[in-house]
């Protein structure tokens, strides 16, 4: 069909000409008869270089939409929608509605209109991108440049839950959704990736946050691309793309906390941990223990000053090396050595080391545990010699008859030697005219022999008693005589048994003996440096008491004067700055009161005893009454266990530090309620104080023990972060046990349990 042929009605018609949606007049065969001018304003062209070019090449339609275009029947209207492509760039939906707009003439049968609905393509279901983007596993979002939510993908609806991520006017900004940094900070509106993006005008990069979802806490990995701002200077808003990486931030917590269970073992044990490759023999972690056993520091070792080896006993330290560098998989580390410190002393080590895999399956590092053997040791020698003499005891019962002896006394108490073998001169040194063996033992030992013999005479209990010999080729041994008695008549007794050599057992119990001696004087040395130290806290309190707390007391004296005599001299801020100085004298008084009493507590020896806590916690809160009556606190109390062992004054201590800091942290509150209760437990008795205060997250739990830790700003709460950690301190010196339940919002408790 020409030109000439179109039907003026509708290209006539005052809705064709005068409407703002862009619409077109086609044949049959889709070909451009008409465009009104709001189509020729889309495409800047001339209605001549529009009429009679195929709809096809005047849209470039993507490939979904152009089937749709070619599968429709000539002369019918397109159903849906049709993503295309304009020539001069943005992308477009073209929509055929069923009839004719409203106001312009309806065309012939073999003509019709395609009005197009213009939207330029920024929602995410409009891109071109938009499939790939519904099967990407990383969530997309996209916020206008109010910051409001457009549009999320279905991985982003996933992540969040979709009755979060589609409230209505869901904004980047907003203080409901809470967002965390990777140490649990909240991140504040303003630095979040959209915001920051969008504000900045620069993309946002691998930022980890922490979302609060429908599926619980979810951490993601976020990037943020500011849209591409117009000439005049608006913007479609930001698009963030994330990756959810719950998994690998859950695991990396995981493991911090392992790393930090394994140091907190490693560094308390007596034992040396460490680890280290054999590759290169560089220490990878060594144990504060390293430091007692080899006498050396530990950064020396790390900075590689110094080797563990180098303290080696010469004669041990090559087959120490032969089996620490010929580690494999299939042959672990192990190895008994001696260590000379750099003062001289010796001392024994057992030291195991078991291989840690790469991802290849060969040797990545050791791990392993060296432990001082030295007592264990001397033991074992002990122990090897003792068995060693009776065994050689046994041989010479067995096999040489000469240790044998009888031994007889008469009623007169003169001795002889009734039987004695040939050998008993080689053996001990005895001569064979021997009569009475009294006659040979060392002068030192005889009349505790005689006394022996006598006792064993009269009890009929076995002999057995030690004593020296002059050898004449040895010298002084020691020899130690077993018999049993037995009467023979008329008074005469006589000793059956045998005599064998113990000077080399004589010799390691000597040693033995002063090797104790040495650990006593050593814990003897220890001692008096405990005390020592104990004496330099009690001289250090006393400096803090008298020493500290007098300039303190001078300049709240002088403020005090200066307000008194010459507010009238001072402007507002002058009379601020004296305010600002007495608080702080005033906080710092009570700050050294604290420290004086955590002192008092560190250093106090308490004398545990039965008593009665509910008899005492009743006193103790009785004291408060009032003050919990002017302040408006509603108190209650569950007094039912009778028993406990604890200090008065350290129990006292613990309560009245809990009730102080329930009453603190309930101001403020409508409606102020603490609970005591003292109940009945397993192993004693359980004290809780709780209160309806702002409470805390369990994340801090350990915190709020340790001195000087605060959870709440000093304005909203005051004090000086010592209370909990006197509790603490007292109820362990009890050898009791404290701690806390709470979430934020809904107060906390404390619980002491005392032994029973």
Request: aromatic letters at 6%.
């Amino acid at each position: 069909m020409s030109v000439s042929e179109v039907n003026p009605a509708p290209a006539a018609s005052a809705g064709w000409q005068f409407s703002p949606s862009p619409q077109l007049l086609l044949d049959d065969d889709d070909q451009v008869l008409a465009a009104n001018p709001a189509a020729l304003a889309l495409w800047g062209l001339a209605e001549r270089a529009v009429v009679g070019r195929p709809l096809a090449d005047l849209l470039q339609l993507q490939a979904d939409g152009l089937s749709k275009l070619q599968d429709r029947q000539p002369g019918t209207e397109p159903a849906g929608e049709l993503l295309v492509q304009l020539q001069i760039g943005p992308k477009f939906l073209a929509q055929a509605p069923p009839t004719a707009p409203e106001g312009q003439g309806k065309p012939p049968a073999h003509q019709h209109i395609v009005a197009l609905l213009v939207q330029p393509a920024t929602r995410l279901g409009d891109w071109a991108g938009s499939r790939m983007l519904d099967n990407l596993p990383a969530g997309v979002l996209r916020y206008d440049a109010s910051l409001e939510l457009v549009e999320a993908n279905p991985a982003a609806l996933a992540f969040f839950g979709r009755s979060q991520v589609q409230q209505a006017r869901h904004r980047a900004d907003d203080e409901v959704h809470l967002l965390l940094h990777e140490d649990g900070r909240p991140v504040p509106p303003s630095d979040r990736p959209a915001v920051r993006a969008l504000r900045t005008g620069q993309p946002v990069t691998g930022m980890t946050i922490g979302v609060h979802t429908a599926h619980g806490l979810r951490w993601a990995q976020a990037n943020a691309e500011p849209l591409p701002v117009r000439e005049d200077g608006s913007t479609d808003g930001v698009v963030v793309t994330f990756a959810d990486i719950t998994g690998r931030v859950e695991a990396m917590q995981a493991l911090r906390e392992s790393e930090s269970r394994f140091r907190l073992f490693a560094e308390a044990s007596q034992d040396v941990i460490w680890m280290s490759r054999p590759s290169d023999g560089r220490t990878l972690y060594v144990s504060p223990a390293f430091e007692r056993l080899w006498g050396l520091p530990v950064q020396a070792l790390y900075d590689q000053q110094v080797s563990w080896m180098d303290c080696i006993h010469p004669d041990d330290r090559q087959a120490v090396a032969d089996a620490y560098f010929g580690t494999t998989v299939e042959r672990p580390f192990e190895a008994e050595y001696r260590v000379v410190r750099p003062d001289g002393s010796m001392i024994w080590v057992r030291d195991r080391g078991k291989p840690v895999l790469d991802a290849l399956g060969g040797l990545s590092h050791l791990v392993g545990m060296a432990e001082d053997i030295t007592l264990a040791r001397a033991a074992k020698e002990a122990e090897h010699a003792r068995q060693q003499a009776e065994q050689q005891v046994a041989r010479l019962v067995a096999t040489a008859p000469g240790v044998l002896i009888s031994y007889r006394l008469d009623a007169n108490g003169r001795g002889s030697v009734h039987i004695a073998n040939p050998r008993i001169g080689s053996a001990y040194g005895i001569g064979q005219g021997l009569h009475d063996i009294r006659d040979v033992v060392h002068a030192a030992d005889r009349a505790r022999m005689r006394q022996a013999f006598t006792a064993s005479a009269q009890t009929m209990k076995a002999f057995r008693e030690e004593f020296r010999v002059q050898h004449p080729k040895y010298g002084e041994i020691w020899v130690e005589l077993h018999a049993m008695p037995v009467k023979v008549g008329d008074g005469v007794i006589e000793w059956h048994g045998f005599m064998h050599e113990i000077t080399s057992r004589k010799r390691v119990d000597d040693e033995i003996r002063r090797v104790n001696a040495e650990l006593e004087a050593r814990v003897a040395e220890r001692t008096a440096e405990l005390e020592a130290r104990h004496r330099e806290m009690e001289a250090f309190t006393y400096s803090v008491s008298h020493d500290l707390k007098a300039p303190l007391r001078g300049i709240d004296g002088y403020s005090r004067l200066l307000e008194a005599d010459h507010a009238s001299d001072l402007n507002a801020e002058g009379r601020s700055f004296i305010e600002t100085i007495r608080k702080a004298t005033v906080h710092m008084g009570r700050l050294i009161d604290d420290l004086l009493a955590y002192s008092r507590v560190e250093r106090s020896r308490p004398t545990l005893a039965p008593l009665n806590p509910s008899t005492h916690i009743q006193q103790w809160v009785a004291e408060r009454r009032r003050e919990l009556d002017e302040q408006g606190v509603t108190l209650s109390l569950t007094l039912e266990a009778q028993h406990a062992v604890a200090e008065r004054d350290g129990l006292g201590l613990v309560m009245r530090n809990l009730l102080d800091n329930a009453i603190k942290f309930t101001a403020g509150r409508e409606e102020r309620v603490i609970r005591v209760a003292c109940e009945v437990h397993e192993t004693g008795c359980r004290i809780t104080v709780s209160d309806n205060g702002p409470g805390f997250d369990m994340r801090y739990h350990d915190r709020i023990f340790e001195i000087f830790q605060r959870l709440h700003r000093a304005e909203d709460y005051p004090g000086t972060g010592v209370g909990l950690a006197i509790v603490r301190k007292a109820v362990e010196r009890m050898k009791g046990r404290v701690r806390a339940h709470s979430e934020p919002g809904q107060g906390a408790t404390f619980v002491v349990e005392l032994p029973g």
